[in-house]
């Protein structure tokens, strides 16, 4: 394909420029017969034979040592040239010391002199010549429209032959995520049009930066640029430098900040687009982070990526297996004389077979992340619905018990039915199994929220906010959308003796809580002083290692058998 788009059958020109004749002859004679070979005797005679030449020069093979121009001042002049910088340049040099400053310099490879091994000479001009005319075939065809750089497929198969061709095995090359934070508000308050000039900025100045170093640099998708540069050491005086460039945009209000993820400890064995989905990872951990602006792709993370890959591939097993093991924790009711047991919230642990004991911090917000967590939920919620009923049926005590529901859940369009199914598969009445809905979920989607919350009260389901008031939309949301109980925040309680501000946040949630006649239920409660204080303030219902953590189904009997 290549070739045809390259003259045909024709020969490609090689242009060596040396001004020993007896160095042209050697070589011209090692390329005669794959090559239609021009010679030139200095660095200006080589700028006028390019320029005389009818044919495109496809590859330039430069002595250094030269009179009148000579071979440094060639490749500073070519590349100021932008015609003639297309060209690449092999340099042909006895000094092997040098191999970095040429190559730094921008000429692509080198040749050592004498020569010797003439097949050697032949398949490296090869390689580098047809580098070149795939990366220019790209060049001409695959680009992001509105930046002007690699779309993200031909970004990766250019790496690809890079990599193949052995270009890139002399220099480290660092992998480089570049993403903006908040991007949609920019959209958002500014426009559009104002977003699309701060991409076309970064693509500018990333486009600058491969231009003076080695590399290639990509729009991956929205506000995500990726390069591929031979590495350097300091990325927050570029970071720095590149925020100062885009504020500059004239009558842009807002200061811009940009985020970082560098992958260093790059594995041969991986693939472009992993290399690049690992410094994506470590860009999202200083997402939000006020004070680092760039994450490193280190040993942990790829320690905790493989780590996560393993419980990604376990989940399915390890639901069959029941190795998913549900907790349950006591809620009571402390208003009236002594703490009189009023339900249970389920809580899930994880005894894999091989990690141990997994709590859900370490498990929940991965399988939100890739939407694995409904299948987990449903197994929890039928765990739950099946405890209640055996409870019953065993010690004739009806115990309500509630489950999280997650936000990721909210979007099951057969999230109803599901639940109307468990009950029913367990001869319960649907208030029987509470629900808590995170408060967070109302800033993803409040409609939706809404909607579904309205509809599954109407099917009878109680529904409990939990971890209310660290959303920013509390006050917002609570009238627009009718709940049955609140759950406090574990911090307020956690801080209530610590800082006047939570104890305030307190009285306040439980003055909101008794504005819409709903029961406020505080987590977290580990001290008798919070309890009282907790009680004194009109609190309903407490949970917390105060009373207990949460146990296993035969454990939290002892609660209710006397
Ligand atoms: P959450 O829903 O806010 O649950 C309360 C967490 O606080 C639980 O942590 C509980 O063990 C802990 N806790 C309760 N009392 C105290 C106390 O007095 N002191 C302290 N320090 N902690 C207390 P856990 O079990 O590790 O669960 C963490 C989170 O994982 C839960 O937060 C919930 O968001 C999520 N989660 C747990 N099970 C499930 C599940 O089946 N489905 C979903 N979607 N999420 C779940
Ligand atoms: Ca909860
Ligand atoms: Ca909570």
Known sequence: MYDELYHGEKKRKVLIVDDESINRELLGNMLMDKYDVIYAANGKEAFSCIESSKDKVSLILLDLMMPVMDGYEFIKLYKEDKKVSQIPIIVMTSDADSEAEIIKAGAVDFIKKPYSMPEVILARCERIIDLFEKKRLIDSTKIDELTGLYSKEYFFEYIKQMRESGFVDEVDMDVIS???????????????????????????????????????????????FYMYVDSIEDYQTLLDDMMKEISSISDFPASIRLRMGVNKTIDDNESPQ???????????????????????????????????????????????????????????????????????????????????????????????????????????????????????????VAIPISVNVSRIDIYDPELENTLIDIVNAYDLKPHELQLEITESAYSDDATRLVEVVNSLRKKDFEIEMDDFGTGYSSLNMLTTIPIDALKMDMSFVRNMHKDNTSLKLVELIIDISRFLDVPVIAEGVEEQSQLDTLRELGCDIIQGYYFSKPVPAEEFEKFFVG
Request: include cysteine.
């Open 274 to 396: 992993k290399i690049f989905e690992h410094a994506r990872m470590a860009c999202n951990l200083v997402r939000g982070d006020y004070i680092h602006q760039i994450g490193y792709y280190d040993r942990a993370l790829h320690d905790k990526q493989i780590y996560n890959e393993k419980l990604v591939a376990d989940i399915d097993a390890s639901i069959r297996n029941k190795d998913f093991v549900v907790y349950y924790q006591p809620k009571y009711s402390i208003q009236h004389g002594d703490p009189i047991l009023t339900s249970a919230e389920a809580l899930v642990r994880w005894n894999h077979p091989t990690l141990g004991m997994i709590s859900p911090g370490d498990f929940i917000p991965l399988f939100e992340n890739n939407g694995l967590i409904q299948k987990l939920d449903k197994y929890v919620w039928g765990c739950a619905a099946s405890q209640i009923k055996k409870w019953k049926d065993k010690y004739n």
């Open 178 to 224: 570049i993403d903006v934070e908040n991007f949609h508000l920019i959209n958002e308050v500014y426009g559009h049009s104002k977003g699309d000039i701060v991409l076309k900025r970064i693509a500018e100045i990333l486009e600058k930066q491969v231009e003076n170093r080695i590399g290639i640099a990509a729009r991956s998708d929205a506000d995500t």
